[in-house]
Each structure stands twice: as structure tokens, then as C-alpha cells.
């Protein structure tokens, strides 16, 4: 079965989205097959690959009901590997959440639906909402381990901690889900705060921070928008890079 990994923060806006999308395209590129997963009810990893209007079957009604299967979409072939897409749309996960809270064995939906399909894929990896609900819960139930993209600011590190004690209590679950990863995401080393913050989480976590940090940069936003991956837009070589530095730093880590 593939290793499956969950991308989660509390917090929003600190670059999950971007992180599961330019990550498992990074991995494809390097001749894996990867599954990517859109587990935010705003679906903005499906529409960061424009095909929301392809679109027929979402993650949230195969929740409520697992005999409509998981829905799969291609969005990236070609390459040496092939990426994946379980899409959102239509905002059906919201509406799944507060539906799933008096099903039987609510936390375990996503684990079942993926053991359907994991062993066709090298990694599956989980974009997860910025709260710490039920889809969320979920996600982390389905993975082994967590990627956790963070901002290097002070108020940041709450979301953090607030993750590291959501785990603690998922492994009721799922004993064995550590933290594969903590990723430095969005960071400007010109201002001394995220100087002084990333500086803190590497003496505080040591080598469980990615050596591989992703500054600031404009063309992961302008890629996301336009539905395409960071590397096919004009001037997103370097952002594209740091994905593939970070890809080879997750494999490395198993």
C-alpha cells in the first residue's frame, strides 16, 4: 500500500494547497505515480488544477455514501509518472461534515475509500482544511504521516502546537501517525521575525524541519490561479525547484 500523507495546519493560509499541488507534481515528474487528495471544502485544490467543470462524482458524497467508489481525475500525465486528483466541488464537503457526525465509524471514511486504490500509487497525499473537525480528523485516521507547512511567524507557532496535540489524540486511531515533516512555507528571511521564528523551530525540532524551505514568491500564486503547476508558468522555475528539493527530501524520509 502507498504511504499516505496528510498536509495539515489548523491555521489557514499558510500554503497546504500549494504544498500538496506542487509537491505531487514534483514527485510525478520524478517518475512516480502519486494520488492527490481535496479534503477542504473549498475545493481550491481541485480548481488549482482547472478541472472543476470535469467534475461529476466529489470526496464528499463518496463519504456519506462509499458505494459511489472513490472519484479519481487525471490531472497530470505525461510526465514520467502520473498525478492524480480526488476532487471537491460544489462545496459538498461542508455539507458532509456536519452529515457524517452521527454516522457509524465517521472517522475512518477517507482510510476505507483510500484502501480501494493506494496500492496503485508510490505516495497519497491529503490537502486538509484549516480547522481541526471532522474532515480533518479523518485525514489524519487515513495517513501514516504528516506534513506540516507553517509560517515563520510567532502566532503561527500556536497552529503548530495546536496540530502536535490534535495528533496525540488521532493515534486513539491510528497508533503509529508521526510528523514526517515540518516545512518552512511562505517565508521571507529579509524580515528578522522569521528570521528569529524559523531560526527557533530549527533549534526546537532539529531535523524534523525540511531542510528545504519555500520563500515567498508570486508564480505559486499565479500558477494556482491559472490551473496549471508552478513549472509551466514563465518564471516558476525556481519555485519549481524547491518543490522538487523538497519532493526528494519526503522520499528520503520514507
Do not use: W
Not at 488549482?48 to 472513490?70: C, H, M, N, Y
Not at 498525478?83 to 457524517?100: F, I, N, R, Y
Not at 527557533?200 to 524534523?208: A, K, S, T
Not at 491559472?226 to 528520503?252: F, H, T, W
Amino acid at each position: 500500500m502507498a504511504g499516505i500523507i496528510a498536509i495539515a495546519n489548523q491555521k489557514g493560509g499558510v500554503g497546504k494547497t500549494a504544498t500538496t499541488a506542487n509537491l505531487g507534481t514534483a514527485l510525478a515528474r520524478l517518475g512516480h505515480r502519486i494520488l492527490i487528495v481535496d479534503m477542504d471544502p473549498q475545493g481550491n485544490l481541485t480548481a488549482s488544477f482547472g478541472v472543476q467543470d470535469r467534475v461529476e462524482q466529489t470526496i464528499g458524497k463518496a463519504l456519506l455514501d462509499p458505494k459511489i467508489g472513490l472519484p479519481v481525475v487525471c490531472v497530470r500525465d505525461g510526465l514520467d509518472g502520473c498525478l492524480d486528483l480526488v476532487p471537491e466541488h460544489g462545496a459538498t464537503l461542508a455539507e458532509t461534515e456536519s452529515s457524517l457526525s452521527n454516522k457509524l465509524g465517521r472517522e475512518f471514511r477517507l482510510r476505507e475509500l483510500l484502501a480501494t486504490v493506494a496500492d496503485r500509487y508510490r505516495l497519497v497525499l491529503i490537502d486538509t482544511p484549516p480547522s481541526l473537525g471532522l474532515l480533518t480528523i479523518n485525514s489524519l485516521v487515513a495517513a501514516s504521516r504528516v506534513i506540516v507547512p507553517t509560517e515563520a511567524r510567532f502566532f503561527s507557532l500556536q497552529g503548530l502546537q495546536g496540530l502536535e496535540a490534535t495528533i496525540d489524540g488521532v493515534r486513539y486511531y491510528n497508533p503509529t501517525l508521526e510528523i514526517l515533516g515540518i516545512l518552512l512555507s511562505k517565508l521571507d528571511r529579509r524580515l528578522k521575525e522569521e528570521q528569529t521564528v524559523a531560526n527557533y523551530l530549527r533549534e526546537q525540532y532539529g531535523d524534523r524541519v525540511f531542510a528545504t524551505e519555500v520563500g515567498t514568491n508570486s508564480k505559486i500564486l499565479e500558477a494556482a490561479s491559472a490551473g496549471q503547476a508552478v513549472n509551466d508558468i514563465p518564471g516558476g522555475g525556481r519555485a519549481a525547484e524547491l518543490y522538487s528539493q523538497l519532493a526528494e527530501e519526503v522520499l528520503a524520509r520514507g
